[in-house]
């Protein structure tokens, strides 16, 4: 019996060929044929365990959501800063105190 030579070109080309129809058909079996399995072992409880989520308490949702609004105006005002007056009759550093010593 004689061994023939066999063309590694035409070798590859078939299996990559036969490759590329295979692997969606092998994909699509398992979808569909693993579905059922998955599904019974999350029913089981084997799988899936989920942490049990922590209740939220309403007065603190209000409290941080009125937290973050107002973080998020404090950071417009900085990024848009209003204007200041053309002609003004005392220093920006001088108003800044008489208006921090008037408050406290």
Do not use: C, H, K, W
């Amino acid at each position: 019996m004689e061994i023939q030579p066999v063309d590694l070109t035409a070798l590859a080309a078939v299996v990559l060929g036969s490759m590329v129809v295979l692997i969606p058909i092998m994909g699509a079996t398992l979808r569909f044929a693993g579905r059922p399995l998955i599904e019974a072992l999350l029913q089981s409880g084997l799988i899936g365990r989920q942490q049990p989520q922590p209740s939220v308490d309403q007065a603190e949702l209000a409290r941080l959501t009125r937290r973050v609004l107002e973080l998020e105006q404090a950071l417009a005002a900085q990024q848009n800063p209003p204007l200041a007056p053309i002609a003004s009759p005392e220093p920006v550093e001088l108003r800044r105190v008489r208006n921090e010593l008037t408050a406290g």
